[in-house]
C-alpha cells in the first residue's frame, strides 16, 4: 500500500519534462521555482531577525528565549531543506547523468530529514506556550534558573523524540521506474505509440522516469496516520489550552490582587493583552489543516488533474516556519526593543568596519 499524504514527486511527476532543460518546463514548474526561492528569501529574513533577536543573553534567562532560539535556527533549516527537495526533484527528473544512488539517497533521506525539522519546530513553539502557562502558575516563584536546564535538556531530547516516531519511514521508500515508449521525429511528426501515422523509418526511444515512492502495510500505514495526527493537532490543542490558561489564569491571579475590579473586568483585560495567542493558535491550525486533508483525499485522486490545488496544499503547511518573527516578535515590548537595539549595535559595527 502507498504512504498517507500527497508528497511533492506525486504532485510534480506528471508536469516535469524529462530531459529537458529549465527553461523549457511548463509554467507550473517555473511558478512553482519562483515560490519556492521566495520562500527561501523569506526563511532567510524571518531567520536573521529571529536571531538577531533571541541571541540576546538577556532574553535567553528564560526558557522561551532558548526554545525561540532554538526555532529560528530550525525554521531556517527546514526551508533549506524544502528548497533542497524541490530542486532535487526538478534535477534529478531533468538531468539523465545523475547516477541510480544518488537517487535513491535522497529519496530515503531528505523527506524524514524535512519532518524533523517541520516537527521540532512546531513542538518548540509548543514548549514556549508550555513555559508561559508555568510562569503564570507560579508568579514570583517561577525559577528562571530551572527554566533554562529543562530547556536546554528538552532540545536535546525533543529531535531524538521526533526521529523515534518516523524512523520507519526511510526503510519503506524507494525508485519506481516507469518506462515511456516515444517515437523519434520523423518528417516533422512527433510519432506516438499507436498513432494513426506511420513512416517506412519508424523507431523509437525508451525513457526512464524514475520517481520515489513509499510502500506501507495496512499497520504501518494507520500507524503513520496517528503519527500525522498527533504531530499536528496535538501541537495546536496544547497551544489553545495554554493560551486559555494564561489568559484566565492571570485574570484570576490579578482578580485576587485588585479586589476593587470585578473578575469580569480583569478576564477581559487579559483577553485583550494576550488574543494574539489565541489568534496565531488558529493561524497555524488553518495552514495546517491541508496536509491534514491531502492525506485522505490522496489515495483517490491524481493530483495532475489539480496540481495547483495540492502544490498549495503541500506548501502551505511551510509557511509557519517563516512566520516565527511575526508572531512572536511584534506582539512583545521586551523582544521588540531588544531587536532595535541589535539592529543598532549591528549597523554601528559595519560603519566601523567600513570606516576603518
Partial sequence: MRSIGLTLDDILRDEIKLRKS????????????ILTMIMLVGGLINSFCCIFTFKDKEIRKLGCGIYLFTSSITSLLTIIVFTLKYWFLILTQTNTTIRLDTFRGGCVIIDPILKIFLYTDTWLNVCV???????????????????QQVARWIILILPILITLTIIH??????????????????????????S??????????????ITCITRYSRFMQHYNTAILFFHLLTPFILNVLCALYIIFGSAHRRAKILVKKKYKEHLRQQYNEHKHLLFSCIVLLILALPRLIIAFVSECVNASDNVWLYLFAYVIPFIPSILIFIIYVPVSDVYKETFKENIKDFKQKLLRFFSS
Fill in 22 to 33: 529549465f527553461k523549457d518546463q511548463n509554467w507550473v514548474i517555473k511558478i512553482s521555482a
Fill in 129 to 147: 506556550a508550555i513555559e508561559r502557562s508555568f510562569s503564570v502558575m507560579k508568579g514570583v516563584k517561577f525559577n528562571q534558573k530551572k527554566s
Fill in 196 to 209: 494513426s501515422l506511420s513512416n517506412t523509418t519508424q523507431s523509437y526511444d525508451i525513457e526512464r522516469q
Fill in 169 to 194: 519511514e526511510p526503510f519503506h521508500r524507494d525508485l519506481f521506474e516507469n518506462r515511456i515508449e516515444r517515437f523519434r521525429k520523423s518528417n516533422d511528426y512527433e510519432i506516438w505509440p499507436n
